[in-house]
């Protein structure tokens, strides 16, 4: 099983960027769709983005589609989320995940076999 950690979160002004890092271990990153899931103070987990295992697929949530962009590393075993022109709504704790887009829209731990600690983000003038 696939061993995740994140890393990059902070505070940032409306409009502005971060790139968050997850660090994987083991062989089974490569072979893995992942996924970026958040949750904002007092909601529920929502799904943000999914990467195919080869990175050449990305899916997106409506809400940060045209904004975030998904990538990854295999040779690295690093998942990357880029965030531009955040808002105080993308404010939240930003999981990296094993596994693809779920298929419903109630998101459950159990829904991914593997999931990091968390980094917080934090949109705020």
């Known amino acids: 099983q696939v061993q995740l950690v994140e890393s990059g979160g902070g505070l940032v002004q409306p409009g502005g960027s971060l790139r968050l890092s997850c660090a994987a271990s083991?062989?089974?990153?490569?072979?893995?769709?992942m996924s970026w899931v958040r949750q904002a103070p007092g909601k529920g987990l929502e799904w943000v983005s999914a990467?195919?295992?080869?990175?050449?697929?990305?899916d997106y949530a409506d809400s940060v589609k045209g904004r975030f962009i998904i990538s990854r590393d295999n040779a690295k075993n690093i998942l990357y989320l880029q965030m531009n022109s955040l808002k105080p709504d993308d404010t939240a704790v930003y999981y990296c995940a094993s596994g693809g887009r779920p298929r419903r829209p109630v998101i459950l731990p159990a829904d991914f076999t593997a999931w990091g600690q968390g980094t917080q983000v934090t949109v705020s003038s």
């Open positions: 083991g062989s089974a990153f490569s072979r893995a769709f």
């Open positions: 990467i195919s295992s080869g990175g050449t697929n990305t």
